[in-house]
Protein backbone atom coordinates (compact mmCIF):
# COMPACT_ATOMS: atom_id res chain seq x y z
CA UNK A 1 0.00 0.00 0.00
CA UNK A 2 1.30 3.24 -0.69
CA UNK A 3 1.98 6.21 1.84
CA UNK A 4 1.89 9.68 1.39
CA UNK A 5 5.64 11.12 1.66
CA UNK A 6 5.64 12.74 5.18
CA UNK A 7 6.91 16.79 5.69
CA UNK A 8 10.51 16.27 6.71
CA UNK A 9 10.79 17.61 9.87
CA UNK A 10 12.57 21.22 10.54
CA UNK A 11 15.30 21.32 13.19
CA UNK A 12 14.85 25.25 13.31
CA UNK A 13 10.65 25.39 14.36
CA UNK A 14 11.24 25.92 18.10
CA UNK A 15 14.34 27.32 20.32
CA UNK A 16 15.53 24.45 22.30
CA UNK A 17 14.07 23.58 26.11
CA UNK A 18 16.11 24.62 29.06
CA UNK A 19 16.85 20.96 29.74
CA UNK A 20 18.44 20.49 26.43
CA UNK A 21 20.21 23.89 26.38
CA UNK A 22 22.24 23.96 30.07
CA UNK A 23 23.52 20.44 29.78
CA UNK A 24 24.80 21.06 26.33
CA UNK A 25 26.69 24.49 27.35
CA UNK A 26 28.64 22.62 30.39
CA UNK A 27 30.00 19.92 28.09
CA UNK A 28 31.22 22.59 25.44
CA UNK A 29 32.80 24.52 28.30
CA UNK A 30 34.53 21.05 29.80
CA UNK A 31 35.14 20.21 26.34
CA UNK A 32 37.10 23.32 25.84
CA UNK A 33 39.13 23.26 29.24
CA UNK A 34 41.80 21.04 28.29
CA UNK A 35 42.87 23.55 24.57
CA UNK A 36 42.69 26.04 27.00
CA UNK A 37 44.52 24.27 29.47
CA UNK A 38 47.35 23.65 27.28
CA UNK A 39 47.56 27.04 26.02
CA UNK A 40 47.63 28.78 29.50
CA UNK A 41 50.51 26.70 30.98
CA UNK A 42 52.66 26.90 27.01
CA UNK A 43 51.88 30.52 27.48
CA UNK A 44 53.34 30.88 31.09
CA UNK A 45 56.64 29.05 30.01
CA UNK A 46 57.38 31.37 26.91
CA UNK A 47 58.00 31.55 23.77
CA UNK A 48 61.82 31.26 24.13
CA UNK A 49 61.40 28.72 27.45
CA UNK A 50 59.16 26.39 25.04
CA UNK A 51 61.35 26.46 22.39
CA UNK A 52 64.50 25.90 24.27
CA UNK A 53 62.77 22.64 25.81
CA UNK A 54 61.83 21.20 22.79
CA UNK A 55 65.61 21.74 21.35
CA UNK A 56 66.76 19.60 22.89
CA UNK A 57 68.14 15.57 21.99
CA UNK A 58 65.91 14.29 24.63
CA UNK A 59 62.65 15.36 23.15
CA UNK A 60 64.18 14.88 19.58
CA UNK A 61 64.77 10.91 20.54
CA UNK A 62 60.99 11.43 22.35
CA UNK A 63 59.50 12.52 18.88
CA UNK A 64 61.68 9.99 17.18
CA UNK A 65 60.58 6.76 18.80
CA UNK A 66 56.79 8.15 18.58
CA UNK A 67 56.81 8.36 14.93
CA UNK A 68 58.75 5.29 14.45
CA UNK A 69 56.46 3.46 16.80
CA UNK A 70 53.24 5.14 14.91
CA UNK A 71 54.54 4.38 11.53
CA UNK A 72 55.49 0.70 12.05
CA UNK A 73 52.44 -0.36 13.79
CA UNK A 74 50.26 1.91 11.31
CA UNK A 75 51.70 0.05 8.06
CA UNK A 76 52.45 -3.34 10.27
CA UNK A 77 48.84 -3.14 10.61
CA UNK A 78 47.44 -2.11 7.31
CA UNK A 79 49.56 -5.16 5.34
CA UNK A 80 48.32 -7.91 8.33
CA UNK A 81 44.68 -5.95 7.78
CA UNK A 82 44.02 -5.83 4.00
CA UNK A 83 45.59 -9.62 3.31
CA UNK A 84 43.98 -11.16 6.21
CA UNK A 85 40.40 -9.44 4.55
CA UNK A 86 41.23 -10.77 1.11
CA UNK A 87 42.00 -14.19 2.80
CA UNK A 88 38.30 -14.73 4.89
CA UNK A 89 37.04 -12.46 2.24
CA UNK A 90 37.79 -13.58 -1.81
CA UNK A 91 39.55 -16.70 -1.17
CA UNK A 92 38.63 -20.50 -1.07
CA UNK A 93 40.73 -20.70 2.62
CA UNK A 94 39.11 -23.54 4.79
CA UNK A 95 38.01 -22.36 8.01
CA UNK A 96 37.13 -19.14 7.16
CA UNK A 97 34.42 -18.55 9.49
CA UNK A 98 36.15 -19.83 12.41
CA UNK A 99 39.27 -17.73 11.52
CA UNK A 100 36.80 -14.52 11.61
CA UNK A 101 36.48 -14.87 15.06
CA UNK A 102 39.74 -16.15 16.51
CA UNK A 103 41.79 -13.85 14.56
CA UNK A 104 39.82 -11.21 16.41
CA UNK A 105 40.72 -12.49 19.73
CA UNK A 106 43.66 -9.78 20.31
CA UNK A 107 40.73 -6.73 20.35
CA UNK A 108 39.76 -8.56 23.58
CA UNK A 109 43.29 -8.59 25.23
CA UNK A 110 43.77 -4.66 26.29
CA UNK A 111 47.26 -3.83 25.20
CA UNK A 112 48.62 -3.41 28.00
CA UNK A 113 47.93 -6.93 29.13
CA UNK A 114 49.45 -8.12 25.84
CA UNK A 115 52.24 -6.25 26.92
CA UNK A 116 53.26 -7.40 29.97
CA UNK A 117 52.61 -11.23 29.02
CA UNK A 118 55.30 -10.90 26.26
CA UNK A 119 57.56 -9.07 28.67
CA UNK A 120 57.32 -11.46 31.16
CA UNK A 121 58.39 -13.97 28.86
CA UNK A 122 61.61 -12.58 27.98
CA UNK A 123 63.04 -8.97 28.64
CA UNK A 124 63.77 -9.14 24.91
CA UNK A 125 60.51 -7.68 23.66
CA UNK A 126 61.53 -4.34 25.92
CA UNK A 127 61.76 -1.44 23.46
CA UNK A 128 60.94 -0.13 20.03
CA UNK A 129 60.61 -3.15 18.16
CA UNK A 130 59.29 -5.15 20.62
CA UNK A 131 56.37 -2.35 20.95
CA UNK A 132 56.19 -2.42 17.21
CA UNK A 133 55.22 -6.19 17.22
CA UNK A 134 53.30 -5.98 20.26
CA UNK A 135 50.82 -3.24 19.15
CA UNK A 136 50.91 -4.37 15.65
CA UNK A 137 49.07 -7.55 16.67
CA UNK A 138 46.72 -5.79 19.33
CA UNK A 139 45.60 -3.17 17.04
CA UNK A 140 45.41 -4.75 13.66
CA UNK A 141 42.03 -5.37 13.97
CA UNK A 142 40.82 -2.30 13.30
CA UNK A 143 41.98 -2.43 9.91
CA UNK A 144 40.87 -5.47 9.20
CA UNK A 145 37.09 -5.72 10.59
CA UNK A 146 35.85 -2.20 8.19
CA UNK A 147 38.03 -3.88 5.04
CA UNK A 148 36.43 -7.17 5.57
CA UNK A 149 33.11 -5.35 5.71
CA UNK A 150 34.01 -3.14 2.70
CA UNK A 151 34.82 -6.02 0.83
CA UNK A 152 31.65 -8.24 1.59
CA UNK A 153 29.61 -5.48 0.47
CA UNK A 154 31.88 -4.40 -2.83
CA UNK A 155 30.72 -4.27 -5.91
CA UNK A 156 32.04 -6.66 -8.23
CA UNK A 157 30.97 -5.50 -11.22
CA UNK A 158 34.03 -2.98 -12.06
CA UNK A 159 36.72 -6.28 -10.86
CA UNK A 160 34.81 -8.37 -13.62
CA UNK A 161 35.37 -5.40 -15.93
CA UNK A 162 38.53 -5.19 -15.60
CA UNK A 163 38.64 -9.24 -16.11
CA UNK A 164 37.35 -9.01 -19.15
CA UNK A 165 39.83 -6.63 -20.38
CA UNK A 166 42.70 -8.83 -20.09
CA UNK A 167 43.90 -8.25 -16.38
CA UNK A 168 45.16 -10.62 -14.07
CA UNK A 169 44.35 -11.47 -10.60
CA UNK A 170 46.91 -9.27 -9.21
CA UNK A 171 46.16 -6.29 -11.99
CA UNK A 172 42.26 -6.44 -10.66
CA UNK A 173 43.51 -5.94 -7.03
CA UNK A 174 45.91 -3.24 -7.16
CA UNK A 175 43.96 -1.31 -9.96
CA UNK A 176 40.40 -1.89 -8.98
CA UNK A 177 39.50 -3.43 -5.42
CA UNK A 178 42.41 -1.67 -3.59
CA UNK A 179 41.26 1.75 -4.54
CA UNK A 180 38.00 0.72 -3.91
CA UNK A 181 39.20 -0.28 -0.10
CA UNK A 182 41.31 2.47 0.17
CA UNK A 183 38.97 4.74 2.36
CA UNK A 184 38.58 2.11 4.66
CA UNK A 185 42.58 1.14 4.82
CA UNK A 186 43.29 4.76 5.75
CA UNK A 187 39.99 5.57 8.47
CA UNK A 188 41.26 2.31 10.07
CA UNK A 189 45.11 3.53 9.80
CA UNK A 190 44.78 6.88 10.70
CA UNK A 191 42.80 5.88 13.82
CA UNK A 192 45.56 3.17 14.58
CA UNK A 193 47.85 6.39 14.43
CA UNK A 194 45.90 8.43 16.85
CA UNK A 195 45.88 5.92 19.30
CA UNK A 196 50.28 5.47 18.50
CA UNK A 197 50.20 9.04 19.74
CA UNK A 198 48.18 8.80 22.63
CA UNK A 199 49.06 5.43 23.78
CA UNK A 200 50.42 5.27 27.61
CA UNK A 201 50.54 1.49 29.07
CA UNK A 202 52.11 -0.33 26.29
CA UNK A 203 55.38 1.68 25.85
CA UNK A 204 55.57 2.44 29.72
CA UNK A 205 55.56 -1.84 30.09
CA UNK A 206 57.45 -2.56 27.30
CA UNK A 207 60.20 0.32 28.18
CA UNK A 208 59.50 2.71 25.39
CA UNK A 209 59.86 6.20 26.47
CA UNK A 210 57.15 8.45 23.88
CA UNK A 211 55.82 11.99 24.53
CA UNK A 212 52.84 10.03 26.64
CA UNK A 213 55.14 8.21 29.49
CA UNK A 214 57.16 11.39 29.39
CA UNK A 215 54.58 13.76 30.22
CA UNK A 216 53.13 11.39 33.15
CA UNK A 217 56.88 11.41 34.02
CA UNK A 218 56.93 15.08 34.39
CA UNK A 219 53.69 15.02 36.24
CA UNK A 220 55.31 12.46 38.66
CA UNK A 221 58.09 14.46 39.29
CA UNK A 222 56.72 18.29 39.31
CA UNK A 223 52.96 19.52 38.33
CA UNK A 224 54.48 22.79 37.74
CA UNK A 225 56.58 21.72 35.72
CA UNK A 226 57.09 23.73 32.09
CA UNK A 227 58.52 20.63 30.67
CA UNK A 228 54.92 18.43 30.96
CA UNK A 229 52.94 21.46 29.59
CA UNK A 230 55.65 21.94 26.30
CA UNK A 231 55.66 18.52 25.64
CA UNK A 232 51.57 18.43 26.16
CA UNK A 233 51.77 21.20 23.55
CA UNK A 234 53.72 19.39 21.46
CA UNK A 235 51.24 16.11 21.36
CA UNK A 236 48.14 18.24 21.20
CA UNK A 237 49.47 19.58 17.62
CA UNK A 238 50.34 16.01 16.14
CA UNK A 239 46.88 14.97 17.44
CA UNK A 240 45.24 17.44 15.31
CA UNK A 241 46.94 16.93 12.83
CA UNK A 242 46.24 13.67 12.57
CA UNK A 243 42.88 14.52 13.62
CA UNK A 244 42.33 16.49 10.46
CA UNK A 245 43.81 13.79 8.23
CA UNK A 246 41.34 11.80 9.48
CA UNK A 247 38.59 13.78 8.81
CA UNK A 248 40.02 14.65 5.63
CA UNK A 249 39.51 11.15 4.28
CA UNK A 250 36.42 10.72 5.98
CA UNK A 251 35.39 14.02 4.10
CA UNK A 252 36.36 12.84 0.66
CA UNK A 253 35.66 9.01 0.41
CA UNK A 254 33.17 8.43 -2.11
CA UNK A 255 31.57 5.43 -3.11
CA UNK A 256 29.64 5.35 -5.85
CA UNK A 257 27.59 2.54 -7.55
CA UNK A 258 25.23 2.14 -10.08
CA UNK A 259 21.85 0.02 -9.71
CA UNK A 260 20.32 -1.21 -6.91
CA UNK A 261 23.18 -3.09 -5.09
CA UNK A 262 24.77 -6.85 -5.50
CA UNK A 263 23.00 -10.12 -5.88
CA UNK A 264 25.62 -12.34 -5.80
CA UNK A 265 28.96 -12.66 -3.88
CA UNK A 266 32.35 -12.58 -6.15
CA UNK A 267 33.85 -15.69 -6.51
CA UNK A 268 36.45 -17.06 -4.36
CA UNK A 269 39.60 -17.58 -5.65
CA UNK A 270 41.34 -21.02 -5.36
CA UNK A 271 44.51 -20.79 -3.12
CA UNK A 272 46.24 -24.42 -4.53
CA UNK A 273 49.22 -24.79 -3.34
CA UNK A 274 49.51 -21.14 -1.37
CA UNK A 275 45.98 -22.85 0.63
CA UNK A 276 48.70 -24.51 3.13
CA UNK A 277 50.16 -20.85 3.38
CA UNK A 278 47.23 -19.34 3.99
CA UNK A 279 46.46 -21.53 7.29
CA UNK A 280 50.27 -21.07 8.06
CA UNK A 281 49.58 -17.44 8.21
CA UNK A 282 46.38 -17.38 10.38
CA UNK A 283 48.11 -19.67 13.19
CA UNK A 284 50.98 -17.68 13.35
CA UNK A 285 48.75 -14.76 13.79
CA UNK A 286 46.73 -16.50 16.10
CA UNK A 287 49.47 -18.05 18.41
CA UNK A 288 51.02 -14.75 18.33
CA UNK A 289 47.84 -12.37 18.75
CA UNK A 290 46.41 -14.23 21.02
CA UNK A 291 47.74 -17.55 22.07
CA UNK A 292 51.31 -16.32 23.91
CA UNK A 293 49.32 -13.80 25.53
CA UNK A 294 46.79 -16.12 26.92
CA UNK A 295 49.18 -18.99 27.69
CA UNK A 296 51.61 -16.61 30.00
CA UNK A 297 48.62 -15.41 31.50
CA UNK A 298 47.16 -18.80 32.26
CA UNK A 299 51.26 -19.72 33.10
CA UNK A 300 51.11 -16.81 35.78
CA UNK A 301 47.91 -17.24 37.32
CA UNK A 302 48.69 -21.03 38.16
CA UNK A 303 52.22 -20.26 39.51
CA UNK A 304 50.55 -17.50 41.65
CA UNK A 305 48.52 -20.41 43.28
CA UNK A 306 51.81 -20.89 45.58
CA UNK A 307 50.76 -17.64 47.21
CA UNK A 308 47.74 -17.30 48.48
CA UNK A 309 46.04 -14.57 45.86
CA UNK A 310 44.63 -11.43 48.10
CA UNK A 311 41.02 -12.18 47.27
CA UNK A 312 39.79 -9.10 48.61
CA UNK A 313 42.12 -7.00 47.46
CA UNK A 314 40.86 -8.66 44.05
CA UNK A 315 37.08 -7.60 44.88
CA UNK A 316 37.95 -4.33 46.01
CA UNK A 317 39.71 -3.76 42.47
CA UNK A 318 36.85 -5.35 40.28
CA UNK A 319 33.94 -3.78 42.37
CA UNK A 320 35.33 -0.16 41.46
CA UNK A 321 36.01 -1.11 38.05
CA UNK A 322 32.45 -1.98 37.58
CA UNK A 323 30.92 0.86 39.87
CA UNK A 324 33.66 3.97 37.79
CA UNK A 325 32.94 2.16 34.36
CA UNK A 326 29.10 2.02 34.85
CA UNK A 327 29.07 5.60 36.51
CA UNK A 328 31.39 6.43 33.63
CA UNK A 329 28.85 4.94 30.63
CA UNK A 330 25.74 6.45 32.05
CA UNK A 331 27.08 10.17 32.52
CA UNK A 332 28.33 10.00 29.12
CA UNK A 333 24.72 8.85 28.34
CA UNK A 334 22.93 11.65 30.24
CA UNK A 335 25.45 13.97 27.88
CA UNK A 336 24.90 12.01 24.52
CA UNK A 337 21.33 12.70 24.86
CA UNK A 338 20.77 16.39 24.46
CA UNK A 339 23.55 16.83 22.15
CA UNK A 340 21.93 14.09 19.78
CA UNK A 341 19.04 16.22 20.17
CA UNK A 342 20.57 19.53 19.61
CA UNK A 343 22.20 18.23 16.52
CA UNK A 344 19.54 16.52 15.11
CA UNK A 345 16.23 18.92 15.61
CA UNK A 346 17.81 22.20 16.03
CA UNK A 347 21.18 22.45 14.78
CA UNK A 348 22.93 25.90 15.17
CA UNK A 349 26.78 26.95 15.76
CA UNK A 350 26.16 25.31 19.15
CA UNK A 351 25.24 22.23 17.88
CA UNK A 352 28.34 22.11 15.76
CA UNK A 353 30.81 22.69 18.80
CA UNK A 354 28.78 20.62 21.21
CA UNK A 355 29.23 17.66 18.60
CA UNK A 356 32.95 18.41 17.37
CA UNK A 357 34.53 19.28 20.61
CA UNK A 358 33.92 15.75 22.11
CA UNK A 359 35.45 14.20 18.83
CA UNK A 360 38.70 16.15 19.42
CA UNK A 361 38.59 15.24 23.03
CA UNK A 362 38.90 11.43 22.09
CA UNK A 363 41.88 12.16 19.63
CA UNK A 364 44.14 13.67 23.04
CA UNK A 365 45.54 10.99 25.62
CA UNK A 366 43.77 10.99 28.88
CA UNK A 367 46.87 12.29 30.15
CA UNK A 368 46.14 15.62 28.92
CA UNK A 369 42.68 15.84 30.00
CA UNK A 370 43.36 14.42 33.84
CA UNK A 371 46.15 16.92 33.72
CA UNK A 372 43.51 20.13 32.86
CA UNK A 373 41.16 18.27 35.43
CA UNK A 374 43.79 18.03 38.25
CA UNK A 375 44.67 22.05 37.45
CA UNK A 376 41.58 23.57 37.78
CA UNK A 377 39.74 21.69 40.57
CA UNK A 378 42.75 22.84 42.31
CA UNK A 379 42.61 26.15 41.15
CA UNK A 380 38.96 26.55 41.12
CA UNK A 381 37.10 24.25 42.33
CA UNK A 382 39.33 22.24 45.19
CA UNK A 383 36.56 20.38 47.05
CA UNK A 384 36.78 18.02 43.54
CA UNK A 385 39.95 17.21 43.54
CA UNK A 386 40.82 13.66 44.35
CA UNK A 387 37.60 12.59 44.30
CA UNK A 388 35.32 10.02 42.31
CA UNK A 389 33.06 12.64 40.83
CA UNK A 390 36.17 14.26 39.07
CA UNK A 391 37.55 10.92 37.54
CA UNK A 392 33.43 10.10 36.11
CA UNK A 393 33.91 13.63 34.11
CA UNK A 394 37.28 12.76 32.97
CA UNK A 395 35.69 9.19 31.57
CA UNK A 396 32.94 11.58 30.13
CA UNK A 397 34.93 13.40 28.45
CA UNK A 398 37.09 10.88 27.06
CA UNK A 399 34.67 8.76 25.86
CA UNK A 400 31.23 10.87 24.86
CA UNK A 401 32.21 9.87 21.18
CA UNK A 402 31.19 6.42 21.74
CA UNK A 403 27.91 7.02 22.60
CA UNK A 404 27.32 10.17 20.81
CA UNK A 405 27.12 8.23 17.61
CA UNK A 406 24.43 5.71 17.87
CA UNK A 407 22.38 7.81 19.87
CA UNK A 408 22.65 10.26 17.04
CA UNK A 409 21.75 7.51 14.38
CA UNK A 410 19.05 6.66 16.92
CA UNK A 411 17.37 10.13 17.28
CA UNK A 412 17.83 10.22 13.34
CA UNK A 413 15.08 7.49 12.76
CA UNK A 414 12.94 8.73 15.74
CA UNK A 415 9.87 10.95 14.13
CA UNK A 416 9.64 14.17 16.31
CA UNK A 417 5.85 14.36 14.95
CA UNK A 418 5.02 11.65 18.18
CA UNK A 419 6.44 13.93 20.36
CA UNK A 420 4.21 16.64 18.75
CA UNK A 421 1.48 15.01 19.31
CA UNK A 422 2.28 14.45 23.06
CA UNK A 423 2.57 18.00 23.88
CA UNK A 424 -0.90 18.90 21.95
CA UNK A 425 -2.11 16.92 24.79
CA UNK A 426 -0.52 18.84 27.72
CA UNK A 427 2.84 16.94 28.13
CA UNK A 428 5.81 18.68 28.59
CA UNK A 429 8.75 18.90 26.43
CA UNK A 430 10.47 16.90 28.73
CA UNK A 431 7.66 14.28 29.48
CA UNK A 432 7.14 13.65 26.01
CA UNK A 433 10.39 12.92 24.99
CA UNK A 434 10.82 10.70 28.08
CA UNK A 435 7.19 8.56 27.56
CA UNK A 436 7.69 8.85 23.50
CA UNK A 437 11.46 9.06 22.01
CA UNK A 438 13.41 7.27 24.88
CA UNK A 439 11.49 4.22 24.13
CA UNK A 440 12.31 4.04 20.68
CA UNK A 441 15.97 5.21 21.08
CA UNK A 442 16.53 2.41 24.17
CA UNK A 443 18.32 -0.04 22.22
CA UNK A 444 21.03 2.33 20.34
CA UNK A 445 21.21 4.07 24.05
CA UNK A 446 21.85 0.12 25.53
CA UNK A 447 24.50 -0.36 22.88
CA UNK A 448 26.14 3.05 23.78
CA UNK A 449 26.27 2.36 27.22
CA UNK A 450 28.09 -0.99 26.77
CA UNK A 451 31.03 0.64 24.51
CA UNK A 452 31.50 3.57 26.96
CA UNK A 453 31.75 1.14 29.73
CA UNK A 454 34.07 -1.82 28.09
CA UNK A 455 36.30 1.53 27.30
CA UNK A 456 36.35 2.58 30.59
CA UNK A 457 37.06 -0.67 32.38
CA UNK A 458 40.45 -0.58 30.18
CA UNK A 459 41.13 3.32 30.97
CA UNK A 460 44.55 3.90 32.42
CA UNK A 461 46.48 7.12 32.35
CA UNK A 462 43.15 9.51 33.51
CA UNK A 463 42.84 6.56 36.39
CA UNK A 464 46.21 7.07 37.36
CA UNK A 465 46.13 10.83 37.90
CA UNK A 466 42.79 11.35 39.17
CA UNK A 467 41.52 8.50 41.53
CA UNK A 468 41.31 9.24 44.94
CA UNK A 469 43.74 7.97 47.17
CA UNK A 470 43.77 4.34 47.80
CA UNK A 471 41.44 3.51 44.83
CA UNK A 472 42.56 0.73 42.39
CA UNK A 473 40.77 -0.53 39.45
CA UNK A 474 41.94 -3.72 37.49
CA UNK A 475 43.94 -1.30 34.93
CA UNK A 476 45.38 0.06 37.74
CA UNK A 477 46.39 -2.89 39.55
CA UNK A 478 48.06 -4.44 36.18
CA UNK A 479 50.18 -1.61 35.92
CA UNK A 480 51.23 -1.00 39.08
CA UNK A 481 52.60 -4.54 40.04
CA UNK A 482 53.85 -5.01 36.34
CA UNK A 483 56.08 -2.04 36.84
CA UNK A 484 57.22 -4.05 40.08
CA UNK A 485 57.82 -7.24 37.85
CA UNK A 486 55.48 -8.83 39.56
CA UNK A 487 53.71 -10.76 36.95
CA UNK A 488 51.78 -13.59 39.35
CA UNK A 489 50.11 -10.47 40.99
CA UNK A 490 49.27 -8.72 37.85
CA UNK A 491 47.84 -11.64 36.54
CA UNK A 492 44.31 -12.20 37.86
CA UNK A 493 43.69 -8.84 37.46
CA UNK A 494 44.40 -9.01 33.72
CA UNK A 495 42.58 -12.29 33.59
CA UNK A 496 39.02 -10.55 34.91
CA UNK A 497 39.99 -7.66 32.19
CA UNK A 498 39.92 -9.80 29.26
CA UNK A 499 36.96 -12.04 30.59
CA UNK A 500 34.45 -8.95 30.65
CA UNK A 501 36.18 -7.60 27.08
CA UNK A 502 35.98 -11.01 26.09
CA UNK A 503 32.37 -11.34 25.59
CA UNK A 504 31.06 -8.83 23.32
CA UNK A 505 33.97 -9.42 20.93
CA UNK A 506 32.75 -12.65 20.79
CA UNK A 507 29.19 -11.59 20.26
CA UNK A 508 30.36 -9.04 17.17
CA UNK A 509 32.62 -11.29 15.62
CA UNK A 510 30.11 -14.30 15.55
CA UNK A 511 27.26 -12.63 14.56
CA UNK A 512 29.78 -11.31 11.65
CA UNK A 513 30.88 -14.23 10.40
CA UNK A 514 29.49 -17.18 12.15
CA UNK A 515 26.34 -16.61 11.32
CA UNK A 516 26.65 -15.27 8.37
CA UNK A 517 25.09 -16.33 5.24
Known amino acids: MATAPTKPFSPRRKRPSLWVVVPVLLLVILSALPLLYVGLRTWQAGAEQALHLLWRPYVMRLLGNTLMLLVGVTLSCMVIGVSLAWLLERSNLAGRRLWGVVLCLPFAVPAFVSSFTWVSLSSGFEGLGGAIMVMALSKYPLVFLPVAATLRHLDTSLEESARTLGEDRWGVFFKVTLPLLWPSVLGGALLIALHMLVEFGAPSILGLQTFTTAIYQQFEL ?155 SLHYVPALYQTTALLLLAYALLFLPMAQA ?112
Not at 277 to 297: D, K, N, W
Request: with cysteine.
Open 222 to 376: QFSNANAAVLSAALLAMCLLFLWLELRVRGTARHIRIGQGVARRAAPTALGRWGLMGQAYCVALTVLGSGVPLAMLGYWLVEGRSAAFPLAQIGEALLASLSLSLGGAALCLVLALPVGLLVVRYKGRLAVWAERLPYLLHALPGLVIALTLVFF
Open 406 to 517: PVRTALNKAAPQLEEAARTLGASSFTAFCRVTLPIIFPAMAAAFALVFLDAMKELTATLVLAPTGLTTLATEVWANTANMQFAAAAPYAALLILISGLPVYLLTTRMYLNKG
